[in-house]
C-alpha cells in the first residue's frame, strides 16, 4: 500500500470522523471538540504510518500483511465511527446514522456504538503503526549463525 495513499486516506477519515457532519446539515457545537481530539489525533497516526511505510519502502522491505489488514479494519471502524458519532443539534444527540433512519431506537444505538467504534479504530491504527516499524527492522540473525567461523577455545587443563 502506498504511503500517499495511506497519507490522503486517512486525513480524509479523521476530517470524516470530527466534522463528516456537516456533510448531512447536522454540524453542532460538539465538532470543536471533535476536530482537536479525535481528528488531529487519527490524522497524526496515520501520517506516521504512512512515514513508517515509506521507510519499510526505502531500506528495500515489503510491507507485512498484518499492517495492512489493521489499517483497513482500522478505516472500517473509522467509517462506522463517523456515521454513529453524534453532535449536539437543537439540544438533541443525532448522528448521521440515526438521522437516515429517523428512529429513537437507532439515534439511542448509534451513540451506544461509537465509542467501541472510536476504540477500535484507534487500537487498530496504533497496532498497524507497531506493525509497520516490524516490517522496517533487519531480520534478526539465525541462532547458530556463524559458529563455524569461530573454533572453541582449548580447554584449561587439556
Given at each position: 500500500m502506498s504511503s500517499r495513499i495511506v497519507a490522503i486516506g486517512g486525513v480524509v477519515l479523521a476530517l470524516w470522523m470530527s466534522a463528516g457532519?456537516?456533510?448531512?446539515?447536522?454540524?453542532?457545537?460538539?465538532?470543536?471538540?471533535?476536530?482537536?481530539?479525535?481528528g488531529l489525533a487519527y490524522a497524526a497516526l496515520q501520517l506516521w504510518l504512512a512515514h513508517r511505510l515509506r521507510v519499510t519502502r526505502d531500506r528495500g522491505r515489503r510491507t507485512g500483511r498484518a499492517t495492512i489488514v489493521t489499517l483497513i479494519?482500522?478505516?472500517?471502524?473509522?467509517?462506522?465511527?463517523?456515521?454513529?458519532?453524534?453532535?449536539?443539534?437543537?439540544?438533541?444527540l443525532v448522528s448521521i446514522l440515526s438521522k437516515a433512519a429517523g428512529s429513537a431506537f437507532s439515534s439511542e444505538m448509534s451513540i451506544a456504538l461509537c465509542n467501541p467504534l472510536g476504540i477500535i479504530t484507534f487500537a487498530l491504527a496504533i497496532a498497524s503503526l507497531a506493525f509497520a516499524y516490524a516490517d522496517a527492522r533487519d531480520p534478526k540473525p539465525e541462532e547458530d549463525e556463524g559458529l563455524d567461523e569461530i573454533p572453541m577455545a582449548p580447554h584449561p587443563l587439556g
Open positions: 457532519h456537516w456533510l448531512f446539515g447536522i454540524g453542532g457545537w460538539l465538532s470543536w471538540w471533535f476536530v482537536p481530539t479525535i479494519l482500522s478505516w472500517t471502524c473509522a467509517i462506522g465511527f463517523g456515521l454513529t458519532v453524534p453532535n449536539n443539534v437543537d439540544h438533541e
